[in-house]
């Protein structure tokens, strides 16, 4: 069975998207039309801005989502998914891809979503950290005996977990890590505390677009980061969609569901190779691949 995984923020680079647009009508259109939707012309940062240009959360989270997208639409026929799943931002792409939200309203979303969490992160100063070479219980117990917030917030694979929260817990939850046998526990140069507590001002915004915002059913199961679950509902895709800013990214259980579930190949659709190489070190059996234009010649 064929599965298509969307990557979340982290992947971009400067000129992506350039290649879809000078080859592709199709993504030209769409490109334009996300330009009209947006009220900024987001193809000139993403063409030929620089990579501090494209770190900006607005920036950064429509580009992602657009090339994502676009490059699903121009594989044609040859996108047959039997089943999708997104990491974060990356859901929001995936459920375009499987037709449970549109183009338009996929993009609006994700545009409000980033400005939401943009908003949270100025309320108070927070941070994430990666955590390597430990396993996952340890770094949930370190967590949870830790003064102040902090969690566990993305299970990216075996020994790789993201900690989220604020600054001097991360801080104090990253030495305790070290002392625990961590291979490395660094904080990573982020915004914010994505993924924990201290985005709950952005999941009430982002929850009232999302209330507002047409779901369809489906064409094929999405397996969600909340849940780590094939999902078909569409209000149950909703809900887990409004929890999602504030709840883990359960990146590794999904995948293992989806291999569990019949996934043999998994194709990554969008910038960068991140989430093969997660894909990977879950299981080295799996065949992974990277979407490219010129599957639809």
Known sequence: MNAYIFPGQGAQFSG????????????????????????????????????????????????????????????????????????????FSAL?????????????LVSQRALAMQKACELQPSTMAAVLGLDDDIVEKVCATTEGVVVAANYNCPGQLVISGEIDAINKACETLKEEGARRALVLPVGGAFHSPMMEPAREELAAAIENTLFSKPNCPIYQNVSASAVVDENEIKANLISQLTAPVRWTQSVQQMITDGASHFTEVGPGKVLQGLVKKINREAETASATLESNA
């Open 16 to 91: 992506m998207g350039l290649d879809l647009y000078e080859n592709s009508p199709l993504a030209q259109e769409l490109f334009e039309k996300a330009n009209d939707i947006l009220g900024f012309s987001i193809t000139d940062i993403m063409f030929e801005g620089s990579a501090e240009d494209l770190k900006e959360t607005k920036v950064t989270q429509p580009a992602i989502f657009l090339h994502s997208v676009i490059l699903a639409k121009t594989l044609g026929d040859s996108f047959k998914p039997d089943m999708v799943a997104g990491h974060s931002l990356g859901e």
């Open 96 to 108: 375009v891809a499987n037709g449970t939200l549109t183009f338009e309203d996929g993009l609006k």
